[in-house]
C-alpha cells in the first residue's frame, strides 16, 4: 500500500486538482479532474477541512472547486476571490476564468481576468502563464497584442507541463508566428503532448498536418 503523504486530507483526496493542473504547487494525492469530481462529499470534506485548519488557503481553493462542481458558481466566486486575495495562483486562475466568462454573479471583465491572470503567472503558475499568453495573442484585457510574449509564457507554460499551451504553442511553430521559425517537427511534439494531455483540438491538429 502506497504511504500517504503526511497532511493529507479528505479534502485534498476529494477535490484537489491533477497534478499536472497543480502546476508547480505541491500535490499531495494524484488529484481529480472538475468532471470526476464527487462534489457532495469533496464539499464537506474541504468545510472541515477550513473549520480544522482556517489559514490553509488550499483548503478554500479546492472548496470553490466542490461547489463549481456542484453548481454553486457564486460560492465557487466568493471562495475563489478568498483564495486568490491571499496570493493562490489556482484560486487567481480560475477567478480569472469567471470573469472572462461572466460566472458565479461576475460581469464579464476581460481587465480583471487579465489581471488575474498575471498574478498568477508572475509566481510561474503554468495555467497563468498560458492564459496571460492567450490574452496577449489577442490583444485583450487592455493589453497590448504581442506575439513574442505570449509564445513566451506558452513555452514556459509548456515545459511546465501545460497542455493548452503545449497545443497553442505548437500551432505558432506550425505557421512561423511569435517570432517563430515553422518547424512542423516541434509543432507536432508538442501537440503529441497536449493529445497526451487530453486536449481534443491537439488530435485535429495532428490529424489534418498528416502526423497522426
Known amino acids: ?19 499536472a493542473a497543480m502546476g508547480n ?4 494525492v494524484n488529484g481529480v479532474s472538475l468532471a470526476d469530481l464527487r462534489w457532495p462529499a469533496a ?12 489559514s490553509e488557503v488550499r483548503f478554500v481553493a479546492f472548496a470553490a472547486r466542490a461547489a463549481d462542481k456542484g453548481g454553486d458558481a457564486r460560492a465557487a466566486a466568493r471562495l475563489y476571490r478568498a483564495a486568490a486575495d491571499e496570493g ?34 508572475d509566481q510561474s503558475y503554468p495555467a497563468g502563464q498560458a492564459s496571460l499568453g492567450t490574452f496577449l ?25 501545460n497542455a493548452q499551451a503545449q497545443n497553442n504553442l505548437g ?16 509543432a507536432a511534439r508538442l501537440w503529441r503532448l497536449a493529445a497526451e494531455g ?10 489534418r498536418a498528416g502526423r497522426s
Open 1 to 19: 500500500m502506497t504511504e500517504v503523504p503526511a497532511g493529507v486530507t479528505e479534502c485534498d483526496r476529494l477535490a484537489q486538482p491533477t497534478r
Open 43 to 54: 464539499r464537506a470534506a474541504c468545510a472541515r477541512a477550513m473549520e480544522e485548519a482556517p
Open 88 to 121: 493562490y495562483p489556482l484560486a487567481q486562475v480560475n477567478l480569472g476564468v469567471m470573469y472572462e466568462n461572466g460566472e458565479g454573479g461576475l460581469g464579464r471583465d476581460d481587465r480583471e481576468a487579465a489581471r488575474l491572470y498575471r498574478l498568477a503567472a
Open 198 to 207: 487530453g486536449v481534443a483540438e491537439a488530435r485535429n491538429n495532428l490529424r
Open 25 to 28: 504547487l505541491p500535490a499531495l
Open 171 to 186: 500551432k505558432l511553430y506550425a505557421e512561423g508566428q511569435g517570432g517563430l521559425r515553422r518547424d512542423m517537427n516541434e
Open 137 to 161: 495573442l489577442a490583444g485583450r484585457g487592455g493589453l497590448r497584442r504581442n506575439e513574442a510574449e505570449a509564445a513566451r509564457l506558452w513555452r514556459l507554460a509548456a515545459d511546465g507541463g
